[in-house]
């Protein structure tokens, strides 16, 4: 399993995402600011993953609050929320985390300030623990849609390094990989960041599941070549609806995919639903420096001082998407319906 | 005007579109096989720009013909000919330029090895000055088209570097613009070849022509958006029906078009239409080297030993093609009907 993000002594370390496949490195975090700042630069991403590491920054936050005093420690801690809640808008892990951070401090209202940094840490570490459980449910329920001997369309990373393992679109494929189906992957490179071929295409090959890269435009000609059964994406934030935000694309995949009859499902878990959003349209899209669309890993593919736009994700309306697997099952039409239900039972 | 393609003495200079925007520098041929390369390896590309480089290519070729006979001249020109054709498959004004060439040949059947060389110069040179003509008629219609104040989307490069000079769909924007419409330009990045960064961003500069560079992936959600309001792309090969060739990534975006309501709209020369192709089903689709899409501008974006697919092309069904713009008029629906008129009233 690729080790996306875990402690090393009381350090938070996670690989470097911004450097593979080309270089295995690791970045050392030691204070909440520089796994902000690790957020913010993508040496981690994907929903699940920046929920992950949220969860554990604030616990490295918590144990280096200098205070005895628990309203004084709790009057910190929120700073260091509130700073870690700035990294990146788009994903709703990120608030999912900080929130059940903070509870962990409402559901002890007598422990002590040092009880509550083992709280706070043993929190993180559940989470952490938690999230390849949960992949590996949404692998389980996921693999069902997936025919024997499909060809499974795949956009950005939504695999083991955009979570604690395992992955969520990613999950479905090894999932039916596992079970023995004959399936092969066709990854999107993913512009500007390269997610697709940097890191699905790694993973894929790491695992030996067959792996076929594609550039960004190549997906809807295949479809209408009939060359694609299945279309499986991550999502990094799911409204009340089931319209879904994702990484920039996977709007269009969803359109030409509907003109192709190609089945497309989102793989996420609760923790990417917020019923607090009520469509699509509410869910704030991050714009990135335009700098990664002139340049590809560092070089520059435009003329000097050229204009250029970078949205990070996009909205795909709920009318385009054949379920969203979860690990609680198969969300299906209508969803608001089905997500609230899902939600309220995982509480 | 940007030199696309022109004679240096009695040689061919074109100007590498492989180095551009950060390398202004030419490569000179000097032998009709050195076109073919220059034509393979992309140093010029664009579908009217291949068939004027065939041209001259065979131009040249004529020229180092050693013999005073006739018979043999003819013989060999045909093998010439025959080279020149299998430089790439899916652009049609490849085989219609050499086509032109060899009816010089039959148009004078009288004609000496001699006077046969300079006519076929001078058909060359007529095919040259002629591209720019029709660039500039494809234009003077298609402006019609594009609202004031509008967005327009375009894809790969239909611009002077497609061609002898202009350009096709850029035609449409720089007679837009020169009629003091009020327009910008959002240009794709075109991977894998980059033909939109690189060549269309350049282009659009060297004019002052307001112009937004973003990811191919991009197009479909800012169409969501409302931000585009026209998109306007060339052509490699029309079929008889309507159906249209052109850089992979252009079928997608005439999809998403059609589901948010903009019109989309096919620019090109009538030597790109070929009639004897009945629907795009039937026009070969390139297929290049897998390393042009794990590389980009020669530097590795993908783990080593990843397979990739790259076909260089893709189909558009005229059903989503709103008209297609040539030198004589815009052809509408239905397509078969208008582009035979068209194409019988210009022979």
Known sequence: ???????????????????????ESYVVCKTPAQVVEAIRKMVIRGAPAIGVAAAMGLALGGRRIKTKNRATFERQFQRVCEKMASARPTASNLFWAIESMVEVLREHPQASVEELKDLLRRKADHLLAEDQAINKAIGHHGQTVVPDRATVLTHCNAGALATAGYGTALGVVRAAWEVGKNIRVL?????????????????????????????????????SEGKVQLIVVGADRVAANGDIANKIGTYSLAVLAKENKVPFYVAAPLSTVDLSVATGKDIPIEERDPREVTHSLGHAIAPPGVNAWNPAFDVTPNRFIAGIITEKGIARKPYKKALKAMKTQSV
Chains 1, 2 share one sequence.
């Open 1 to 23: 399993m690729i080790p996306t993000i875990d402690w090393q002594d009381d350090h938070v370390v996670m690989i470097d995402q911004r450097k593979l496949p080309f270089k």
């Open 187 to 223: 990854a999107d490179e993913t512009r500007p960041f390269l997610q697709g071929s940097r890191l699905t295409a790694w993973e894929l090959q790491q695992d030996n599941i067959p792996v076929t890269l594609i550039t960004d435009s190549m997906a809807g000609y295949l479809m």
